[in-house]
C-alpha cells in the first residue's frame, strides 16, 4: 500500500484518525492519546465532518492538558475545505492519471534493477512456490509419505511457502501407522514436542487404556487418533492442557483433578466430543495477547538500551533533537497500544484484543527501525569529528628558529656561475 494514495472526496471511504489523509503519518500516531480516548477510533471522514465543522467525541471528559492536544489537532487539520458528493478513490504514485498498469510497473522495475540481474517478470512467471496449499501431514508406515489432500511430497515441501508468514505457523505432524498397537510414552496415541506434533495410529478397535472409570477401563479405539491429535496440536500451539491436570499452590506443582474432567471437548479425556468451548478459545487468545504484548515490551526495551548505551557529543546530541519528537511520538503509540490491549483484555474481549497484535507488532518495529536509522546517522559524525592540534610558542624558541632559517639560507642559497676561461 505504500505505492496506493487514497484521493479524499466524500470521506466515506478514508478514516479518519488510522489513514494519513493529511499528512505523511496517520493522525492515530500523532496523537495516540488522544486515539485512545477516542469514541470511535474507526470512524470516517463522513462521520467525523459537517457543515458546522468537526465533531469529535471522547469517552471521558478531557483534562486541562488533553484540551491543549484537541486544540493542536484542531490547528494540524484547520484547512480543510470539506468533502464533495463524489465518492473516494485510490490512485497509484507512480502514474499522471493514477491508473495502474502492468506495463508500467514492468517499466519501473526494469529502471531501478541493476545490470546482469534477472528480469522481475521471470521471477514473477517461474515462481517455485506450489500452486496448491495443502496441510503438511506426513505419515510414515508402508514406506510412503503423503500430504492431507493424498499427494506424495518430499521431505523438501515440509518447510511451506507461507512458513515464514506471521498470519501462518506450520506445524510438522508426523503420523505412524503400523499394524500391532503402538503408543508414545506408553499411554499416548499423540505427543507434542517443541517443533511437531507426533501421532500414532494401530488396527486395534478397542484397547484398554491406562484409565479408568466406574472400576472399569477406558477403551481406545487405536484407528481414530483424531481426538488424540487435536489435543497434541492445541498443547503445541497455546500450551493448552487437559482439564484435569490443575496446579496446585500448596504443593507447588501440577496435580489430577478429575472433577473437571468433563465436557464435550477434546481435552476431555471421559467424553469422545469434538467442541472447543468458548472457554478454549479465550485460553488461547490470552496466551498469545501475553506472548505478543511480552515480546513487545523486550523489543522496545532492546531499542531504548540501544539508545541508553550510545555515546554523545555536543555536534550528536544536536542531531538527536531533531529524532527526538518522531521518537517520542512513536513509543507513545506503543504504549498507547500496549494499555489498549490490556484494558480490552481486562473486559474479556479477547478477539478484539487479537485484533489489535498485528497493530502492536507493526508498531514495534516501526519504533525500532527508527531508533537504528537515528544511531546510524550519528556514526558518520563520530567518524569526522574535529581534531585540534595545539601549537604552544616560546620566546625561547625565536632564536632557535632564526638560527634554522639562516642556515637553511646560507646551504640552499643560489651560487655565482664562474666564468670558463679556454
Not at 52 to 65: K, V
Not at 67 to 86: C, K, P, Q, S, W
Not at 88 to 105: A, C, E, M, P, Y
Not at 370 to 380: E, G, I, K, R
Request: net charge positive; aromatic share 10%; proline share 4%.
Amino acid at each position: 500500500m505504500a505505492q496506493i494514495e487514497k484521493k479524499l472526496a466524500d470521506g466515506k471511504r478514508i478514516k479518519f484518525r488510522k489513514d494519513a489523509w493529511k499528512e505523511q503519518s496517520p493522525l492515530m500516531e500523532i496523537f495516540p492519546d488522544l486515539f485512545i480516548l477516542s469514541n470511535n477510533p474507526d470512524g470516517t471522514i463522513y462521520d467525523m465532518w459537517s457543515a458546522q465543522g468537526w465533531n469529535l467525541f471522547f469517552r471521558r471528559l478531557l483534562n486541562d492538558w488533553e484540551i491543549d492536544r484537541v486544540a493542536d489537532l484542531l490547528n494540524r487539520i484547520d484547512d480543510f475545505n470539506g468533502t464533495t458528493a463524489e465518492p473516494d478513490t485510490l490512485r497509484w504514485k507512480h502514474n499522471i492519471d493514477g491508473q495502474f498498469s502492468v506495463k508500467r510497473v514492468y517499466k519501473m522495475e526494469e529502471r531501478v534493477q541493476c545490470r546482469g540481474q534477472p528480469k522481475i517478470w521471470r521471477n514473477l512467471w517461474n515462481s517455485p512456490s506450489p500452486t496448491k496449499e495443502a496441510a503438511k501431514v506426513k505419515r510414515s508406515g508402508g514406506g510412503s509419505s503423503h500430504n492431507a489432500s493424498g499427494g506424495q511430497f518430499g521431505e523438501r515441501e515440509m518447510g511451506g511457502s507461507h512458513a515464514h508468514s506471521r498470519s501462518t505457523l506450520e506445524v510438522p505432524i508426523f503420523w505412524f501407522i503400523h499394524s500391532d498397537p503402538l503408543l508414545v510414552d506408553k499411554h499416548y496415541q499423540a505427543k507434542a514436542l517443541s517443533d511437531m506434533v507426533i501421532v500414532v495410529q494401530s488396527e486395534e478397535p478397542s484397547w484398554e487404556s491406562h484409565l479408568q472409570c466406574n472400576g472399569r477401563s477406558l477403551l481406545w479405539d487405536l484407528r481414530k487418533p483424531i481426538k488424540a491429535a487435536l489435543t497434541a496440536v492445541s498443547e503445541h500451539l497455546a500450551g493448552m492442557l487437559p482439564l484435569h491436570l490443575v496446579y496446585s499452590q500448596a504443593h507447588e506443582t501440577a496435580i489430577e483433578d478429575w472433577i473437571w474432567s468433563v465436557g464435550c471437548n477434546p481435552l476431555s479425556i471421559t467424553s469422545q466430543g469434538w467442541h472447543i468451548s468458548k472457554f478454549h478459545s479465550d485460553t488461547v487468545a490470552r496466551s498469545y495477547v501475553l506472548t505478543a504484548l511480552e515480546e513487545s515490551i523486550q523489543l522496545v526495551n532492546s531499542a531504548i538500551h540501544r539508545l541508553v548505551m550510545e555515546r554523545t557529543s555536543e555536534q550528536t546530541f544536536k542531531l538527536f533533537k531533531t529524532h527526538e519528537r518522531e521518537l517520542v511520538n512513536k513509543y507513545n503509540y506503543v504504549v498507547s497500544l500496549w494499555r489498549r490491549i490490556s484494558t480490552v483484555s481486562g473486559e474479556l474481549r479477547y478477539l478484539d484484543a487479537l485484533r489489535l497484535l498485528y497493530t502492536l507488532e507493526d508498531a514495534s518495529k516501526g519504533f525500532v527501525n527508527y531508533v537504528d536509522t537515528t544511531l546510524a546517522s550519528l556514526h558518520p559524525i563520530h567518524c569526522t569529528r574535529k581534531r585540534e592540534v595545539k601549537v604552544e610558542f616560546d620566546m625561547t624558541t625565536i632564536p632557535a628558529f632564526l638560527v634554522v632559517f639562516f642556515v637553511l639560507w646560507f646551504v640552499l642559497k643560489p651560487r655565482r656561475a664562474k666564468p670558463k676561461i679556454n
